[in-house]
C-alpha cells in the first residue's frame, strides 16, 4: 500500500515537472541579460519588464482584450444560465438540441469560421465585419461548450428540478426558487465556467487576427507583432500572462472553497426551511382570517 502510494506521488511529481520546465524556462529567458551557451543564464535584468511595462500600445492592448472578454463571458453568463435552467427545469424535452448546439463549436474550425463570419456581415442590415462586436460575438460561440457544460453540470450536482418543485410548492415563485434556491448552489460551477472561459479568450489568436487584427490590437495581436522583434520581451509579454491567469484562478479557487465551507446541502436545507416558516406563517394567516 505504501509503495503504491510512493509511486503515485512519483509519477504526479514528474508529471507537475515536466508541466513546469517550459514554464520556468520562458521565465529565465525573461530575466536574462546574456544566454548563450551555459545552462542557466550568465546574466539577469529586469530591463525587458521595464520595457513591456513602459509601453502604452501593451496597456491599450491589455485594456481591449480585458473589454473584449468581459464583454463576451457576462454576456455569455447572462444568457446562458437562465436559458439552460429553464431548458433544465421546465423543457428538459428539448435538452438534447441545446446541447447539440453547445457542442457545434467544437466542430467548426476558427478560421472557417472567421471566414463565413467575414462574409456574412460585410453587407447587409448589420454591417460589423472589422469592429470588435463581430469578435464579442464569435467569442461567445467559442466559449458557449464551457458554459453550457459547467452551468448544466451544477444543476444536475444540486439536483434542480426537485429543488424547485420543493420550493413552489412551499409558496415560492419561479424567479424566487432561481434567485434563493438555485443560483446560490451553483454559483462554483458558473465561477469555474467562467474561468475556463477567460483562460481560453486570453490565449485566443485565430479570431483576433483574422476578424479585427491591427484595427483593435489584443494582447494576442501585441504578443505576435512582438515576436518578431525580441524573445526576450515575448517572454516577458507571455509571464505576465501567466500570472494574471494564475491571479484570477486563485481568486475563483478561494471563493470555490469558501463555497464548500457551506455545504450544498445545510444550504439548501436553510432556504427551503425558509421557505417552509413562510408557507407555516401563511397558513396560520388565513387560519386566523376564518
Not at 463555497?259 to 408557507?279: A, D, M, T, W, Y
Amino acid at each position: 500500500m505504501k509503495s503504491s502510494l510512493t509511486f503515485h506521488k512519483v509519477i504526479v511529481g514528474l508529471l507537475v515537472i515536466y508541466l513546469l520546465i517550459p514554464l520556468v524556462g520562458t521565465f529565465l529567458f525573461s530575466i536574462a541579460g546574456k544566454w548563450d551557451h551555459t545552462i542557466l543564464p550568465e546574466s539577469y535584468t529586469m530591463d525587458w519588464y521595464i520595457e513591456l511595462f513602459q509601453d502604452e500600445r501593451f496597456y491599450d492592448a491589455f485594456r481591449r482584450t480585458l473589454f473584449l472578454i468581459v464583454m463576451s463571458v457576462g454576456l455569455s453568463v447572462v444568457i446562458m444560465l437562465p436559458t439552460i435552467f429553464i431548458i433544465t427545469v421546465y423543457f428538459s424535452k428539448w435538452e438534447g438540441l441545446l446541447q447539440a448546439a453547445a457542442m457545434l463549436p467544437y466542430g467548426i474550425p476558427p478560421i472557417v469560421g472567421a471566414v463565413g463570419l467575414i462574409k456574412v456581415y460585410s453587407d447587409g442590415p448589420i454591417q460589423i465585419a472589422g469592429t470588435p462586436w463581430i469578435l464579442i460575438g464569435a467569442y461567445f460561440i467559442t466559449i458557449l461548450p464551457f458554459m453550457y457544460q459547467g452551468i448544466r453540470s451544477s444543476l444536475r450536482t444540486i439536483n434542480a428540478v426537485q429543488l424547485v418543485d420543493a420550493a413552489e410548492l412551499l409558496g415560492a415563485t419561479k424567479f424566487q426558487s432561481f434567485r434563493t434556491v438555485v443560483f446560490p448552489n451553483i454559483i462554483s460551477g458558473i465561477l469555474v465556467s467562467t474561468l475556463l472561459s477567460v483562460a481560453l479568450l486570453f490565449s485566443e489568436f485565430a479570431f483576433a487576427n483574422l476578424l479585427v487584427g491591427g484595427r483593435f490590437e489584443t494582447i494576442q495581436i501585441y504578443l505576435a507583432d512582438k515576436l518578431n522583434s525580441s524573445g526576450h520581451l515575448t517572454s516577458a509579454i507571455v509571464i505576465t500572462y501567466y500570472s494574471m491567469i494564475l491571479l484570477l484562478t486563485g481568486i475563483v479557487l478561494k471563493l470555490t472553497f469558501r463555497n464548500e465551507k457551506n455545504p450544498v446541502g445545510s444550504n439548501k436545507k436553510r432556504i427551503l426551511s425558509f421557505f417552509k416558516k413562510q408557507h407555516c406563517n401563511k397558513n396560520t394567516a388565513i387560519e386566523g382570517e376564518k
